[in-house]
T-cell receptor
Framework: NAGVTQTPKFQVLKTGQSMTLQCAQD?????MSWYRQDPGMGLRLIHY???????DQGEVPNGYNVSRSTTEDFPLRLLSAAPSQTSVYFC???????????????FGQGTRLTVV | AQSVTQLGSHVSVSEGALVLLRCNYS??????LFWYVQYPNQGLQLLLK??????LVKGINGFEAEFKKSETSFHLTKPSAHMSDAAEYFC?????????????FGRGTQLTVWP
């Protein structure tokens, strides 16, 4: 059971560099999202998607782009890395909301990003 | 927008003592509510969830939570703490009226368990 797979686990970038954080899920979930986790801030939503070809912004979208060309993949792109983007990034997926069950989100292991 | 508030960013208990982690929600219509746990250097794992079937919800590892509408609360408890419970705990809510599956997280509570 792979679940949600994130790569890489660790990354160091120089200011101004760009990179893509990969996220893949094998549960055929419609909903996928990216969060960043900073000390004392909990998890803040960056971008989310409710299906292939559909994305939208969360609380803190500036400096990040996403696309959803397939159900399985939801990459997060940092356009020009800044030290303020030093954080731990989590990808999550869930089925779309079902009234009787509520949508349980499944999380990847995280990507620890440092921008110097 | 709905939100959840976790009271206490750090909680310390002795092994064998009661664990109580507090969570309050703010929406006028009670949302679905979740508790997640994060062990060091890992992702989040679901402990339990409230979907209105029962107000007292039992989860994994001996944890349970009680939904109290009158107090807009969903506090997490465990009768006897174990060293392995040391982790960060997050409360989250999901709007019942939403079809988007978007979770709103609290800021987290770090639980320390002393021997």
């Amino acid at each position: 059971n792979a679940g949600v797979t994130q790569t890489p686990k660790f990354q160091v970038l120089k200011t101004g560099q760009s990179m893509t954080l990969q996220c893949a899920q094998d549960m055929n979930h419609e909903y996928m999202s990216w969060y960043r986790q900073d000390p004392g801030m909990g998890l803040r939503l960056i971008h989310y998607s409710v299906g292939a070809g559909i994305t939208d912004q969360g609380e803190v979208p500036n400096g990040y782009n996403v696309s959803r060309s397939t159900t399985e993949d939801f990459p997060l792109r940092l356009l020009s890395a800044a030290p303020s983007q030093t954080s731990v990034y989590f990808c999550a997926s869930s089925p779309l909301f079902t009234p009787s069950a509520g949508s349980e989100a499944f999380f990847g292991q995280g990507t620890r990003l440092t921008v110097v | 927008a709905q939100s959840v508030t976790q009271l206490g960013s750090h909680v310390s208990v002795s092994e064998g003592a009661l664990v109580l982690l507090r969570c309050n929600y703010s929406s006028s219509v009670p949302p679905y509510l979740f508790w997640y746990v994060q062990y060091p250097n890992q992702g989040l794992q679901l402990l339990l969830k409230y979907t209105s079937a029962a107000t007292l919800v039992k989860g994994i590892n001996g944890f349970e939570a009680e939904f109290k509408k009158s107090e807009t609360s969903f506090h997490l408890t465990k009768p006897s703490a174990h060293m392995s419970d040391a982790a960060e705990y997050f409360c989250a809510s999901l709007d019942r009226g939403s079809t988007l599956g978007r979770l709103y997280f609290g800021r987290g509570t770090q639980l320390t368990v002393w021997p």
